[in-house]
């Protein structure tokens, strides 16, 4: 099991999470590339301290929106989305690689990511600028999504994601943010679900049925309150599970 986490999300002397934290429990770090959150003395910093730790590194990919840190749907044209992926992971890759590694994946953040789950043509303008940039990268999202679909048409690797602190409808999709409940707290309960998870056993859904997801990666927040502590416990519970933790794209 691959357990990755949202890195680089702060921007000049704004600090959001804490990375150097999050890179001694995760094996994968979606770094964000300026257009959500990030600027290039984070991210060449976190992809330094990333090769360091062993951890692999992801693009992750949004909407050119700071101010509302990638979480508002933007409609935009397709060509104009797949350049704005195209630029992002170039700028990361290019910090990767000073670090002594590369981008070894991509995904999508926020807004993006929700809206590509249904959104078939902006789904296929990422699948597009991942698909020329480098077909051999994997591509990271949720199981059911236009975006994998898409991605797996186009030859592209699909790994399926969950979320350690989410909840979910009984389709399998997120519960908006917007919404109670949608945000989990309790590392404890956390830990029980992702462990779940990684078995292949049901997880209650929001509504209290039972919802089975099989993930190849696990996503642990590291921008809601007690991030790091809620990671560490989650690894803990795997590692005592008996399930061995390396990055699915090392």
């Not at 979480?71 to 990361?92: H, K, M, S, W």
Request: glycine share 10%; charged share 20%; net charge negative.
């Amino acid at each position: 099991m691959d357990l990755n986490s949202d890195l680089g999300e702060g921007f000049g002397q704004w600090t959001l999470g804490d990375d150097d934290a999050l890179l001694d429990v995760v094996t994968s770090a979606n770094v964000a590339c300026g257009f959500h959150a990030s600027d290039p003395s984070i991210m060449r910093r976190v992809c330094a301290r990333a090769v360091g730790s062993g951890v692999a590194i992801g693009a992750q990919v949004g909407y050119r929106d700071l101010p509302g840190f990638g979480r508002r749907f933007i409609d935009i044209e397709p060509d104009a989305l797949t350049a704005d992926v195209l630029y992002q992971i170039g700028a990361l890759e290019a910090f990767a690689r000073v670090a002594g590694s590369r981008v070894r994946y991509v995904k999508p953040h926020g807004a993006l990511y929700n809206a590509i789950v249904h959104h078939e043509e902006q789904a296929a303008a990422v699948v597009a600028a991942v698909v020329a940039y480098d077909r051999t990268l994997p591509v990271l999202g949720l199981p059911g999504s236009a975006w994998l679909r898409l991605a797996g048409d186009a030859g592209l690797r699909v790994v399926h994601e969950a979320f350690a602190d989410r909840a979910y409808t009984p389709e399998g999709t997120l519960v908006s943010r917007r919404l109670p409940g949608a945000v989990l707290h309790d590392p404890d309960e956390i830990a029980r679900r992702c462990v779940a998870m990684a078995a292949g056993e049901p997880i209650q859904d929001v509504e209290g049925g039972s919802l089975t997801l099989r993930p190849e990666s696990i996503c642990v927040h590291g921008d809601t309150p007690g991030a790091v502590g809620i990671a560490r416990t989650v690894r803990e519970a795997l590692t005592a599970a008996g399930v061995a933790l390396t990055p699915f794209a090392p």
